[in-house]
């Protein structure tokens, strides 16, 4: 039984980060309809910058999300006045196309800068754990899952506090009505998207602490959100929340009980059943499609 309440104390501090780190992306879903395939090369990009902080600073890595989170939210402005704007309309199949490009470009451009060797933020209480009644608590996951929770919780404020975030759900919920009714479409993609940038580079932050990265590593992490966002449903931030969950406590218990090397099976796993049971997600909506012929 303690091995069982470890593994699920493991499972859901790990769940917290990796819930951040979707929020962004379902964000952007929601609004703007487009798969942001560089979302997991973003991941990395914020990971590198908060290593350097650390590294070249003495900047605590999660004490860096104060840096690396508005830097992020500009990058993502940036990219998407630049990149993303142009395609507005387009098929989903261009936007795909285009981000995965953009992650190629990403990776390509951090190798040169920090190189492909493996990097990870190592603060002074990387190694020190809390006891609570026999269950050990890695400090690093308490303090991240801390963190995420509230990131999470200051997201969801300005999302149902703030007129911008009160357009940003309008436009999720029915684009052409919330235009008719004077929301600025435009403007509220482009808040999103960088919102969802930003979210993903103090995601970044608190990935240089618990995990190894290279340039590379984006293809994991990709694979990972894209896997949350279909348990809990395209565009919900409530489904991504319990998708990353259960994703979080699957790869827990599978390294555990089964084996750690079936660990990273399980994003792929779960998108094949959920895809195949309730291809909606967990908490999405299944809409009515009629066609004109």
Known sequence: MTEF????????LIGGVYALFASGLTLIFGVMKVINIAHGALLILGAFLTFTLWDELGIDPLAAILITTPAMFAFGYLLYLTMIRPLRGAPLSSTVLLTFGLALVFEAAMGLIWGNESRSARPSYFDQSFDVAGIVLPKAQVYACAVAILVLSLLWIFLTRTWAGRA???ASANTEGASLVGVNIAGVSALTFAVGVATVGAAGSMVSVLYPFLPGSHYIWIARVLSIIVLGGLGSLKGAVVGAALLGLAEVY?????????ATAVPY??????LFVRPQGLMGTRLREDVAV
């Open 254 to 262: 599978t390294q555990t009980y089964i084996s750690a090397s079936w």
């Open 5 to 12: 309440i470890q593994a699920t104390a493991f499972g859901l």
């Open 269 to 274: 796993l779960l998108i094949f059943i959920v």
């Open 168 to 170: 940003i759900r309008a």
